[in-house]
């Protein structure tokens, strides 16, 4: 079995259009933006450049569902954040091709901001 | 300059067999912008990794998608074997790539089937399923499924295929291939295909890194990269490599997948010849814990599975980047410029999974 | 009516489905299961055709667009829930966006099984509905009626 060897860094929103934009003139490829809400907002953003793989971690308050988009630097981030923005209710600020929460029109408002109670862990898991 | 009129294309439309709707900025019969908006199909199938527990989820992921289905499975088995550090035998790790290429032949050939439609080549659809038909057959015979194997699971595969059942599968792949290759010659070669295809719906090259482009889509613009050269599996055991074209245009990404479709019989010969006997599965220690991005090659492009465990039995985020997903900006930028009647034509060639993309 | 029963008109929708049950579907119109021997045509329009066959689970999206559709096919009609998901929400009826089988929008006449369905069960299941339809064809008869949509309740 292969475990890729992933790369990882954490940086404030502040410092994230900076960094990318740098990414971006260095050659690397978006690979993916994923969004998760626990305790926090916490956003990453991964990127590929000859079989590097490199994930930046954005972590901030749920009471400031701000973030400042990235279509500067990368124009295929829109459909990323657009699905941020309908499924956490996050703000993108600078983003080209907005679509305002309406990319999936779903039935439910915001559905992943709501996290369940943490599970009781299962017999034999280690609680965390 | 003309008038601006605003075309609607979908959610019903008779080349796509899902529903995504596009909003074509036209100027005479001129694409100047599209813009898509989607949501048809959305399932909130991320979401679902909060209520099933981990291995259930095994058998969710391979129902993203009814196309790529088995590599769903297989991507979130090996994202979350790689969290629990868990080792599988080498005869489910070669099993998994047989069936992964075997659904990437069937994938394509959908694939062609659907495109020889969208330029109304009724009878080279037909033939292209045909054959497919085949290779379901041989998939139904080794996994027990059609479309939805079934077959993959956390710790290996749920079944095993005995000798002679391989044995007979190589020699109707074998028929298989000779039978492909007629219809394959069709694709390359046909006055007609070529006159629907060349030069149509370019992607240059740094577009299509710039944008994001994965699969087909990416090695159709001259960029070699293939998620199988990561060596997930075995697939560093098997000699292979990227296929390229490098025209950009909707022919270069048919003869992707064309070529691709080859490569794949023969990463089932190889792995075929080199499988060894053994288990092929072990048991699941414990609950997952931590975070890992598995990446894969689907039919499609590069898929990427993120996972992340608490050691509850429940992952606290389940997150899958579909190929497609990756694809729809390059689309947009492709569709601009070009015409009308081209667009059902150049929405295929990145050959669109809907339900991948909104999952 | 003998005349449904030889050339039944067919229209596919796909509502929230993984793909996996709308590609056998095709299936059944392509080589080896070739539904048009048996007369039946797979068409686009609402208006032409009889027998409505509906992969996958309602959400709010589309909801809308099966009631449409149903409405705009002409009396007398069946349904065809094809597959886990039309028929329940299959393994999505947790999730959010999914309200449920077909059944919570629009009435259904028969309810093919399977994960994805299998090409023969939607034959067998459209054939069922063949029957349905020529009972629906005579009771429309004798109550002399036109053929004219049934308003949705």
């Not at chain 1, 475990?3 to 410092?15: G, K, S, V």
């Not at chain 1, 701000?66 to 600020?93: H, R």
């Not at chain 2, 199938?45 to 259930?56: P, S, V, Y």
């Not at chain 2, 047989?98 to 009724?122: C, Y």
Request: aromatic share 8%; hydrophobic share 40%.
């Amino acid at each position: 079995m292969m475990i890729e060897e992933q790369f990882w860094e954490t940086l404030d929103r502040a410092a994230l259009p900076a960094r990318v934009g740098t990414l971006a003139k260095e050659g690397w490829r978006l690979v993916q933006i994923c969004g998760s809400c626990h305790e926090a907002f916490e956003i990453l953003y991964s990127f590929d450049k000859d079989d590097r793989f490199l994930s930046l971690r954005v972590a901030f308050s749920k009471d400031d569902p701000v973030l400042p988009s990235i279509t500067e630097s990368y124009f295929g981030a829109f459909s990323y954040e657009n699905e941020m923005q309908d499924l956490f209710g996050l703000k993108l600020t600078g983003l080209k091709l907005n679509f305002n929460g309406n990319f999936y029109r779903l039935a439910k408002k915001n559905p992943f901001l709501d996290t369940p109670p943490a599970v009781a862990p299962a017999p034999g898991g280690v609680s965390s | 300059m003309g008038q601006r009129t605003i075309i609607p294309f979908g959610p019903q439309h008779p080349v796509l067999p899902e529903p995504i709707h596009l909003d074509l900025v036209m100027e005479d019969e001129k694409v100047v912008e599209a813009i898509p908006s989607i949501g048809f199909i959305h399932r909130g199938l991320e979401k679902m990794a909060e209520k099933k527990d981990f291995q259930e989820m095994a058998y969710i992921a391979e129902r993203i998608c009814g196309i790529c289905s088995f590599i769903h499975s297989m991507g979130y088995c090996q994202a979350i074997e790689a969290l629990l550090k868990l080792e599988i035998p080498k005869r489910a790790e070669y099993l998994r790539v047989i069936w992964s290429e075997m659904s990437r032949i069937h994938s394509h050939l959908l694939w062609l089937g659907l495109t020889a439609d969208a330029f109304g080549f009724e009878s080279l659809f037909m033939h292209s399923w045909r054959v497919r038909e085949k290779l379901l057959d041989l998939i139904e015979e080794t996994s027990g499924g059609r479309v939805i194997f079934g077959v993959c699971k956390v710790g290996g595969v749920r079944r095993d295929v005995d000798a002679e059942t391989l044995r007979r599968a190589l020699e109707a792949l074998a028929a298989l291939e000779a039978e492909y290759r007629e219809i394959a010659g069709v694709f390359s070669r046909d006055a007609s295909v070529k006159r629907r295809m060349t030069g149509i719906g370019v992607l240059p090259k740094e577009d299509a890194r710039a944008l994001g482009a994965v699969g087909p889509t990416l090695r159709g613009s001259g960029v070699a990269w293939d998620a199988r050269r990561l060596q997930y599996a075995v697939y560093g055991e098997l000699d292979w490599a990227p296929i390229t074209e490098e025209a950009g245009d909707c022919q270069a990404r048919c003869l992707v997948r064309i070529r691709e479709i080859f490569q794949s019989f023969d990463l089932i010969r190889q792995a075929a010849g080199k499988i060894s006997d053994g288990p092929v599965a072990v048991k699941v220690p414990g609950n997952p814990r931590g975070e890992y991005f598995a990446r894969l090659e689907q039919p499609r492009g590069e898929v990427v599975y993120y996972v992340k465990g608490n050691g509850t039995k429940n992952l606290q985020r389940f997150r899958v980047r579909t190929p497609t997903f990756a694809n729809l900006p390059p689309l947009l930028k492709i569709l601009q410029g070009c015409e009308l009647s081209d667009v059902p034509v150049i929405v295929l060639t990145i050959d669109p999974c809907i339900s991948c993309a909104e999952r | 009516m003998a005349f449904f029963k030889k050339s039944p008109w067919l229209l596919h929708y796909d509502a929230s489905s993984c793909n996996g049950c709308d590609i056998e579907v095709l299936a059944c119109l392509t080589p080896i299961y070739d539904v048009e021997r048996f007369g039946i045509v797979n068409t686009g329009n609402p208006k032409h055709a009889d027998i409505l066959l509906i992969t996958g689970a309602v959400n709010v999206q589309n909801e809308e667009i099966v009631r449409n559709l149903y409405g705009q096919m002409p009396d007398p009609k069946v349904v065809v829930a094809a597959g886990a998901c039309a028929m329940s929400g299959g393994v999505f009826q947790d999730s959010y966006n999914v309200l449920g089988g077909i059944d919570k929008v629009i009435p259904v006449d028969v309810y093919v099984p399977g994960c994805a369905v299998r090409p023969e069960a939607i034959i067998d299941g459209v054939v069922q509905s063949l029957a349905i339809l020529e009972r629906k064809a005579a009771e429309l008869k004798r109550r002399g009626g036109s053929g004219e949509p049934e308003k949705p309740s």
